[in-house]
């Protein structure tokens, strides 16, 4: 017996250099499983920052259109679009006004990069309703739900019509995309895909967001989104939307539903994507001007978490930032 002891096993073999390491990774970023959400605001004449949301601004329509190159030129995959509207109501007009904010941006963004980015769109009703719900409201004040599915169908319309290539469906509504679905293809869209905010929680890592479409909501949207401890019900809306026709699930937020998105992804054989939430961006953001975080790494270590728990792509703030980093590389 010598005080020497010396392990048959080794991993550390495998992460002895960098070029060893580089080698081994199992999971890898690329620029074009990266989507940045974007927000458009209706008669802007310049940007506006969102302070709650550092580097993230409510676009102009000129800086929209250059930041859209900006996107076009890292490479990223493509862009959701949300408006900001001047004027809402209580039905959400705005959304199925082809003159509406996130109509006319979608119709720019796709005659600007319509090549080289899939441009998105969410399809909700918040940003436009007075009450700020995803629906409308009923007279005792509950969201009706087969209501607001004929508003979501004529804004489905609406964004087909604007160019709009994949329709992210945020609302939480039960039927959605088969109702969504069955309005596109009976006018004519069958090309026209759907994104399914699946499991999407009713989340306070949305509070920035709030600020960035000026949200007028009280109360909160407990009666359609998901309660944060229910995994199985997460599940189910995933089950649901792929056999009502979605082309994409999507898992909302990411980084504390990394489990969520892990069992959805060893289920589905359709895609699923990860929105990185504006509560998450806040949140490293607001460590790392602190200097209490690294934040490129901190900001690559929550993308790459949220590739490995098993997101093909990710919606994330920092989707044009990062694939600049990466073909640093
Ligand atoms: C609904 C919608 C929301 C977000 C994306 N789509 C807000 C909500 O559900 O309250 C939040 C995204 C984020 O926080 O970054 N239109």
């Not at 599915?149 to 604007?162: E, F, G, K, N, P």
């Amino acid at each position: 017996m010598t005080d020497h002891f010396a392990p048959r096993d080794r991993p550390r073999r495998l992460r002895s250099t960098p070029a060893m390491r580089r080698l081994v990774a199992e999971t890898r970023l690329h620029p074009a499983e990266l989507v940045l959400p974007m927000f458009v605001r209706e008669g802007a004449s310049d940007p506006v920052d969102i302070s709650s949301m550092p580097g993230v601004q409510q676009h102009s329509l000129d800086s929209f259109k250059r930041a859209l190159s900006d996107a076009a030129a890292a490479g990223i995959g493509g862009v959701m679009l949300f408006g900001v509207p001047e004027h809402r109501d209580a039905t959400g007009s705005g959304a199925t006004d082809p003159d509406g904010i996130l109509n006319v941006a979608t119709r720019a963004a796709v005659a600007e990069v319509g090549d080289a980015l899939v441009v998105q769109t969410d399809l909700c009703l918040d940003e436009f309703t007075d009450h700020g719900h995803c629906g409308v409201v009923d007279r005792r004040g509950r969201v009706d739900n087969d209501a607001t599915l004929v508003r979501y169908r004529d804004m489905a319309i609406a964004q087909a019509q604007s160019g709009s290539q994949l329709l992210g469906l945020s609302g939480m509504m039960d039927g959605q995309v088969a109702a969504v679905r069955d309005i596109l293809d009976d006018q004519g869209h069958t090309d026209t895909a759907i994104l399914a905010y699946s499991a999407k929680y009713a989340s306070a890592f949305y509070g920035p967001f709030r600020e960035a479409v000026q949200s007028t909501l009280t109360g909160d949207r407990r009666s359609y989104q998901l309660d944060p401890g229910n995994a199985r019900e997460g599940l189910r809306e995933t089950i649901l939307d792929t056999a009502e026709g979605a082309d994409i699930v999507m898992v909302k937020p990411a980084m504390s539903y990394l489990d969520v998105l892990a069992e959805t992804a060893a289920l589905s054989d359709i895609p699923v994507w990860a929105y990185q939430v504006s509560g998450e961006y806040a949140m490293i953001e607001a460590a790392a001007a602190n200097g209490w975080i690294d934040r490129r790494r901190a900001i690559e270590e929550s993308v790459v978490g949220i590739r490995r728990a098993g997101a093909d792509a990710v919606l994330t703030y920092w989707a044009v930032e990062l694939a600049n980093w990466l073909a640093e590389r």
